[in-house]
């Protein structure tokens, strides 16, 4: 007989849809495809021609096409095999799990569970594909913190101080991203500072577009001083400061192949909460619809500036992260209320796909 | 004053008052009503057949029945429990009609599968899904996936689950689809078991005479409404008419007989030689088969 308490054990639905997430058709050709990707020369011509195309900055734009392409794929296909689930339920599947002395929502939570397990060892052997393709690189820079800045005109010989507020680079780099503006002449030389008490780093240079610019931080005395950013417009054209991208911290971290990783965590997360939210909206319409609505809102969520301002939000950050993949850097650790919102999407979906079940 | 589980002992297998269900549709979750206000008891031990034409309601009130599908009005009970309890449903045993199976698993997984989820502890389960794939006659493809399994060795399969944790009730939804003639012993062989067993048992078919024989009662559904039931003997009599099985009477003395009956008032409908049933001929050709 079964157990007194009639609850069964999940383990089993578990398993069931971690395979249906490892189908070998599309496991094989994603990685195989990945695998003949890695093989192409992904650094733009006018890099290579320019001379400006160094093996740091190979391996990152690899990665990052890499991993661009890689994720494409599988959002999309999540949005449909998390959308299908519900589907496959209302097909049948349903009957023999529901007559069975289960509890609905864990039910839900193993499926979700199971299926998102599955896509976190895809994402795993896409990651070695990736980094057996690039190679893994040497020691590299951490993104360590930001901070907004407003935006700013400097005419020619204008200055301005900008304070680092927060917790104080300690070591590495502070980058600021500037514009020279448009005119006849659309160059300007600009001069960037960095103080700590008594010590200072500088760069002098010439600008002739969106450029960010990076000053070593000054080193750490005994007590920690307050750092403090001085922009000079040197030149002869006018100079703006980007208040749309934040200023950077950079410092010195582990190595490129630490990026993948990076990656990976965050697609999980991400992935993971949108299979959720398409197994919900399957609940409520067809696989197909549910799958667009998803895909959908994931483009929304990509897209813009959202991934700066919430980047708790599952998916959101991905774009800058593949970005400063193809530094070859290494993101900011991920916002620490990811997992909870991934958790609370997924699990939560359950009300969203209201009583289909 | 009984107390709760002595009254629980005490109650019906299955008992439908007033039951009215839906199927929620669209984003918006509109409803669409399939049975409408249906009222029934199934006492414990006995064999009701459900029967009733395509889209009657009956795999609905199956569903119903085994907590799949949500009741909008009326009371539902299984043993005496609500079948949206775990409590319920882990004393039942439900065959679906299309065999919804996971495809991608093996005979032997998927019953690993489905007795996790029915909480049967592993080691009995692993003792009874062996006996049982050997009894409905699926020992040697327990390790082919589902998706290789023909109509009818699904059906098999299905029947294996359905019996796996020996369940006090036993809904069948249309068990005899598909089956050949040793499915058709098979499904016999489970049912006899079941009711030596003392469990109580819900067919469901479109197909009557596929039940008549197991079923102690008949309840008829059209269009979501119990529109009878009773004995099956009395629900399908014909008052005022007798049929009679003759053997060993030439043409001459039945034309006899014919005439003795319309002088005494009454009236032959018809004579036809009397058929063997479907299953006597099924065991008769594979017989044939077995010898050649």
């Keep these: 007989m079964p157990r007194g308490d009639g ?76 959308a299908r689930i519900v589907w496959r339920w209302r097909e049948g599947e349903w009957s023999w799990i529901a007559s069975r002395p289960v509890s609905p929502f864990r039910v839900w939570v193993a499926t979700w569970a199971g299926a998102s397990a599955g896509l976190g060892l895809l994402l795993l052997a896409l990651g070695v594909v990736v980094e ?12 360590a913190g930001t901070q907004p800045v407003d935006y700013a005109r400097l005419e020619p010989g204008q200055s301005m101080e900008i304070a680092w507020r927060g ?67 040197t030149g002869g054209g006018a100079l ?14 582990g190595y490129e192949w630490l990026g993948s990783c990076s990656v990976i965590w965050r697609a999980f997360l991400g992935l993971s909460a949108l299979l959720g939210l398409a197994m919900g909206l399957g609940g409520r319409m067809s696989a197909a619809s549910a799958a667009g609505l998803t895909g959908a809102l994931l483009l929304t969520a990509t897209t813009g500036d959202l991934g700066l301002r919430l980047p708790w939000i599952p998916c959101a950050d991905l774009p800058a992260v593949l970005a400063i993949l193809g ?16 958790v609370a999407l997924g699990a939560g979906a359950w009300w969203l796909a209201g009583r289909v079940r | 004053m009984p107390s709760a589980p002595d009254t629980l002992s005490q109650a019906p297998a299955l008992e439908l008052s007033d039951l009215t269900s839906s199927y929620r549709v669209g984003l918006w979750q509109r409803k669409r009503e399939v049975l409408h206000g249906v009222s029934l008891t199934l006492e414990r031990g006995r064999c009701l057949g459900l029967v009733g034409p395509n889209g009657s309601g009956k795999s609905t009130l199956l569903q119903v029945l085994a907590g799949v599908q949500r009741v909008d009005r009326g009371v539902v009970r299984v043993l005496g429990n609500d079948p949206r309890q775990a409590r319920a449903r882990a004393q039942l045993a439900y065959l679906p009609e299309d065999s919804p199976f996971p495809a991608e698993l093996s005979a032997s997984a ?60 036993v809904l069948l939804d249309e068990p005899t689809a598909g089956l050949d003639a040793p499915g058709f012993a098979v499904l016999e062989a489970l049912l006899r078991e079941a009711q030596d067993r003392g469990a109580s048992l819900l067919l469901a078919s479109h197909l009557p005479s596929d039940l008549l024989q197991h079923c102690d009662d008949l309840a008829l559904l059209l269009d979501g409404h119990l529109r009878a039931h009773g004995p ?15 053997e060993g009477l030439g043409p ?41």
């Design chain 1, 240 to 253: 703006a400061l980007d208040g749309g991208t934040p200023m950077e911290w950079w410092r010195p971290a």
């Design chain 2, 110 to 169: 998927a019953l690993d599968l489905l007795g996790a989820l029915a909480g049967i502890p592993r080691r009995k389960l692993r003792m009874r899904a062996g006996r049982l794939l050997e009894q409905v006659g699926l020992a040697d493809q327990r390790r082919a996936p589902l998706r290789t399994f023909s109509r009818g060795m699904l059906r098999r399969f299905g029947l294996a689950q359905a019996f796996l944790s020996e369940p006090e009730v």
């Design chain 2, 252 to 292: 001459g003395p039945l034309r006899e007989l014919e005439i003795w009956v319309r002088e005494a008032g009454g009236k032959v409908r018809s004579t036809s030689p009397a058929g063997r049933s479907l299953l006597e001929l099924y065991a008769q050709a594979d017989e044939q088969e077995t010898h050649a």
């Design chain 1, 7 to 82: 609850q069964g054990r999940y383990g089993e639905l578990f398993r069931l849809w971690m395979r249906r997430s490892l189908a070998p058709s599309w496991t094989l050709s994603l990685l195989g495809l990945l695998a003949l990707l890695s093989l192409a020369d992904w650094t733009p011509s006018a890099l290579q021609a320019g001379g400006m195309s160094t093996p740091h900055l190979a391996r990152g734009l690899e990665r990052q096409a890499l991993w661009s392409v890689a994720l494409l794929l599988l959002s999309a296909w999540t949005a449909w095999h998390g």
């Design chain 2, 232 to 246: 099956t003997g009395e629900l399908l009599a014909i008052e005022g008419r007798v049929q009679l099985e003759l």
């Design chain 1, 327 to 342: 530094e070859g850097r290494l993101p900011m650790s991920c916002h620490l209320l990811l997992p909870l919102v991934s």
């Design chain 1, 132 to 143: 057996v393709g690039v190679g893994l690189g040497a020691k590299t820079l951490q993104m």
């Design chain 1, 167 to 233: 917790s104080t680079p300690t070591e590495g780099y502070v980058r600021v991203f500037l514009r020279s503006s448009l005119g006849w002449d659309p160059t300007t030389d600009v001069r960037l500072e960095a103080r700590r008490g008594k010590r200072v780093e500088h760069i002098q240079l010439r600008l002739d577009a969106r450029q960010g610019v990076e000053v070593k931080v000054p080193t750490q005395s005994t007590r920690p001083r307050p750092l403090t950013l001085t922009l000079t417009n």
